[in-house]
């Protein structure tokens, strides 16, 4: 079992135990779903460790984890859209602009599917949630911007957990772009420094999450009292 | 392309990434706190307007009540000394003619007293004054100014306000009374003229006189003018401004510009 704690896995499962205890009394959505949310990234990454595991054993006869992550996708793209969506929603009316966007992604999703099936990575798609999730952090803090209200944003928990998506994803922008560019040239080296990136870009994104979920318990308990 | 040029690009590259959002985040944070200074400043300034409202109530309550004593004492005490000695002057045994021409003097007298006393119940609503609008309290003002056959008072009103707005007459009305009552007391005028006009989004109040005036700069330099600051001050208050124009030898002339909504 250990072995299939690497560090992205452990720091998901941190994140994870975090959520439990902070928003075990939140019944509101979509804080209610974060917990669950992040369970099925833990339970993925976990089976994809040990797929990978079984993958580099038996070359000949496994597959790799690739499907999984195909599928975890899609769990990505409905609920990241989803918070946004209610996020965004106290501000303007955004749920259309949302629908056509995950319209968008699962076209791309489908013509990838179509193209190189389930286990080559879609590349595509990914590609356009980054994109997508990066306008919504920003119209996010644009209407933020434009509200005349002041929240106390340094124990605002919807502004740390899209600080959290707009690290990761405009953060990985340059490693998603380059790398596949450079793809030729990889080298061992060249991977070591991208998983190393993208580690720091989890621990830089669950971070932020966690930190979230302790301002939402703060202020449940400023509400209760 | 080395491996050592790929490496330096991708770090590069995730690095101007990753400031991006930072610099954002900071941004962002940095806003929020001067949004919430200008908050803060703002319910200060209302605070502030708030206060100086009831000190304005507050002075023109006094202020009527000061024009009530006197008027008690100079006018209705007059009139009622004065019936009472007609009254006790009759006697039951005289010309029915001559006690009958003392009886309606007293009753004309009792007249003039119950008018004088009607006025004076108006003025006793001195907070409610600017219920009924700007514009018809300071003609109650102007009303009590040229009883006293003083002055000349000329009072002009252009427009009328869409919408009103209580606090603000109270403030404007305060202003006025106060440069009126400078005018009574200091100005040795025989004319006041009073000009209100509403325009679409402010008030303007001009008031001016032909009396003695004053050097403007030297009472404000000097702080003596406690009248003149507060005229300053409360029309800033009310989010507007006050100019004040005058020449020793040659009246004044006081502008008030408020913006009303």
Known sequence: ???LITLNVFVELVC???SVVCLNKDRSWPWHGMSL???LTCITEMLGVHFKLLYLADRAHARPNIWLYNGLLIFQALFITYVFERFINRYVRIRPVMIIGLLILATSYGYELYNHGIFIYNEITNTLMLITFVLYSLYYYYLLLKDENYINLNRSPEFWWVAGILFFYFGSTATNVFFDYLYPYHSPDVRYLSKTIFRGLNILLY?????SFICKKWALQISEA | MGVADIRSLVLIATAIFLIAPVFLLAYVLFYNS??????????QMKQAFETELIKAQAEVQEQTLQTIGADLHDNIGQLLSLISLNLNSIELTEDIAKAQKKIEASASLTLESIKELRLLGKLL?????????????IEQLVLWISKADRFKVEYHVHGEAEEKNTAKDLIIFRIVQETVNNIVKHADASEIVIELTFLTDMVAVKISDNGVGFDVNSITANNKGMGLHNIYKRAMMAGGR???RSVPGSGSYVNIFVPYQ
């Not at chain 1, 971070?207 to 930190?211: A, D, H």
């Not at chain 2, 001067?34 to 319910?43: L, P």
Request: hydrophobic share 50%.
């Open chain 1, 37 to 39: 949310f992040l369970l």
């Open chain 1, 207 to 211: 971070g932020c999450w966690c930190y």
């Open chain 2, 34 to 43: 001067r949004k919430k200074k200008h908050i803060e400043e703002k319910a």
């Open chain 2, 242 to 244: 006050a100019e004040i």
């Open chain 2, 125 to 137: 609503h001195g907070d409610q004054l600017v219920i009924n609008g700007l514009a018809a309290s």
């Open chain 1, 16 to 18: 994870f135990v975090v």
């Open chain 1, 1 to 3: 079992m250990l072995r």
